[in-house]
């Protein structure tokens, strides 16, 4: 949710397993070992693919939202990845500022070097990056100044309590401050409730997401 315009300009995509067998299965549970396995690599690239299609769908309905996928370290380090985001592009005639990309401190910092390479030239095609969960991993500023990315996304852990911590509440306004004073855009992720919602417009946070708008939808509801 934009809040100067009070719309909503993006969403972001999140995988949910439900099995015959074992019932609800957390993504907390299942993403980490697709990570050690390398089968993350196959769930992102089906994750891009449904994505940059549902963006052309959009185009074709007028309907001018973005979407967010997160990356994994091991996405990071896989030399098909600028390739495939751009033929996937260009393939669905899908313009690059509607694809937003997440990455987490962690993951950057796994390949610094490599992860900078990467980075840069999905920013070179027009890509909006973003540091997700920001706050939880290294939150160096020596790296951050080098990142090509154009917003931070503040973690939810910050944020849930926002209402009730003195402590979070500093952090989070600080967290803002630094994000303008380095030219990039920030979003607040967790918010949950009106009081919180209050603070962070008072804050001037540019963008927020959370359960206060709405909790994860399949696309039919959503749309």
């Known amino acids: 949710l934009d809040l100067a315009s009070g719309t909503v300009t993006a969403v972001e995509a999140?995988?949910?397993?439900?099995?015959?067998?074992?019932?609800f299965v957390p993504p907390d549970e299942f993403i980490p070992l697709a990570e050690r396995t390398g089968d993350i690599r196959l769930l992102t690239e089906w994750g891009l693919r449904t994505v940059v299609r549902?963006?052309?769908?959009?185009?074709?309905?007028g309907c001018d939202v973005a979407i967010a996928v997160n990356?994994?370290?091991?996405?990071?380090l896989n030399p098909r990845l600028v390739q495939l985001v751009s033929s996937l592009l260009?393939?669905?005639?899908?313009?690059?500022?509607?694809?937003?990309?997440?990455?987490t401190e962690s993951a950057v910092m796994q390949d610094t070097a490599r992860a900078l390479a990467?980075?840069?030239?999905?920013?070179?095609?027009?890509?909006?990056?973003?540091?997700?969960?920001?706050?939880?991993?290294?939150?160096?500023?020596?790296?951050?100044?080098?990142l090509p990315v154009s917003e931070i996304k503040i973690d939810?852990?910050?944020?849930?309590?926002?209402?009730?911590?003195?402590?979070?509440?500093i952090l989070v306004r600080s967290t803002i401050e630094l994000g303008h004073?380095?030219?990039?855009?920030?979003?607040?992720?967790?918010?949950?409730?009106?009081?919180?919602?209050?603070?962070?417009?008072?804050?001037?946070?540019?963008?927020?997401?959370?359960?206060?708008?709405?909790?994860?939808?399949?696309?039919?509801?959503?749309?």
């Open 118 to 146: 990467v980075l840069g030239e999905l920013a070179a095609m027009g890509l909006s990056l973003a540091i997700d969960d920001y706050g939880t991993g290294y939150s160096s500023l020596g790296y951050l100044k080098r």
């Open 181 to 223: 004073n380095l030219g990039l855009s920030v979003t607040a992720e967790g918010v949950e409730d009106e009081e919180s919602l209050r603070r962070l417009r008072a804050y001037g946070c540019d963008t927020i997401q959370g359960y206060l708008i709405s909790k994860p939808l399949p696309l039919h509801e959503l749309e």
């Open 54 to 61: 549902q963006l052309a769908a959009w185009d074709r309905q």
């Open 90 to 103: 260009v393939e669905h005639a899908v313009p690059a500022a509607r694809l937003k990309l997440e990455v």
């Open 156 to 169: 939810k852990s910050f944020v849930t309590h926002l209402a009730t911590s003195a402590e979070d509440n």
């Open 71 to 76: 990356l994994s370290t091991s996405d990071l």
């Open 14 to 23: 999140l995988v949910r397993w439900r099995s015959p067998t074992r019932g």
